[in-house]
């Protein structure tokens, strides 16, 4: 049976739109990407370690649509390779020997259009994470419209929460379909006894930045939301900037006035 807009949305819901999951800046915002290193075994995961600069994502989620133009968005990120400098590669038993994904719920709210007729912006409102590994193959897919996985019970590797994050969607033109996208910036704790997973740098980076796009084919309306299937997205770190000590405010300042006298005695 062929979808329509009016079939997919109710009238009081129509025009919601949101892009699946986490969400940061996207990676096409950054110009160079940081580098880091994971040791899998430092987890007790089957797996050896590697250095990447991006961690490249398959989402499996549901976006729910609410009253008044809010959503929730909730699923699972499965990791499907890494890369490094702008190459793709897929470390030694990655999604084999053992895997990675992460588990997210969401909410937010966005203009309240028709999705497949006019573009739709908006943002999060909240969004928390948690990063598992765990050992042997695994499968994501959904029951109905709800997320699920077979990986096994997992080791809770790092965790975090929303800084801020957009959605927005875009019609495809043909009246019916749309591309939903999002972008976060969150939070990045490492768990308790994890730190030699992260193997570098050390500390190891305390935000997360993360983008997805999909495409018309990952996208499963439903009334009242819509499922996304294997979506693309991406994962990457920072930190936040240090805060200069007082002392070096000090110093900056000291530094400032000497300049200033040196320039006043020139003058005189």
């Known amino acids: 049976m062929t979808l329509t807009a009016r079939s997919l949305f109710k009238p009081r819901l129509r025009g919601i739109a949101v892009a699946t999951a986490m969400a940061a800046v996207s990676v096409g915002a950054s110009a160079a990407l940081s580098p880091f290193t994971l040791n899998p075994a430092g987890a007790g995961l089957s797996g050896t370690s590697f250095t990447a600069d991006n961690v490249l994502i398959s989402d499996f989620s549901t976006v729910t649509f609410g009253a008044g133009g809010t959503f929730t968005d909730s699923g699972y990120l499965s990791v499907s390779a890494f890369q490094l400098g702008g190459i793709t590669s897929t470390p030694a038993g990655l999604n084999s020997s053992y895997g990675l994904y992460i588990k997210f719920d969401g909410a937010g709210t966005q203009t309240a259009v028709n999705p497949a007729l006019t573009p739709a912006f908006g943002s999060f409102s909240s969004l928390t994470y948690t990063l598992y590994g765990y050992n042997g193959?695994?499968?994501?897919?959904?029951?109905?419209?709800?997320?699920?996985?077979?990986?096994?019970?997992?080791?809770?590797?790092?965790?975090?929460?929303?800084?801020?994050?957009?959605?927005?969607?875009?019609?495809?033109?043909?009246?019916?379909?749309?591309?939903?996208?999002?972008?976060?910036?969150?939070?990045?704790?490492?768990?308790?006894?994890?730190?030699?997973?992260?193997?570098?740098?050390?500390p190891f980076f305390n935000l997360a930045l993360t983008a997805f796009t999909n495409t018309t084919s990952e996208v499963e309306a439903f009334d009242g939301g819509f499922r996304i299937r294997q979506g693309g997205g991406s994962f990457n770190f920072t930190s936040t900037p240090a805060v200069p000590e007082p002392q070096t405010y000090a110093m900056l300042l000291g530094g400032l006035a000497a300049v200033g006298f040196v320039a006043r005695r020139r003058r005189t």
């Open 137 to 202: 193959p695994a499968s994501f897919g959904f029951s109905g419209n709800t997320p699920t996985t077979t990986a096994p019970a997992g080791v809770a590797l790092a965790s975090g929460s929303l800084n801020y994050g957009s959605v927005s969607s875009v019609p495809t033109g043909d009246g019916t379909t749309f591309t939903p996208s999002a972008n976060a910036n969150l939070s990045f704790n490492v768990a308790a006894g994890q730190n030699a997973f992260f193997a570098a740098p050390s």
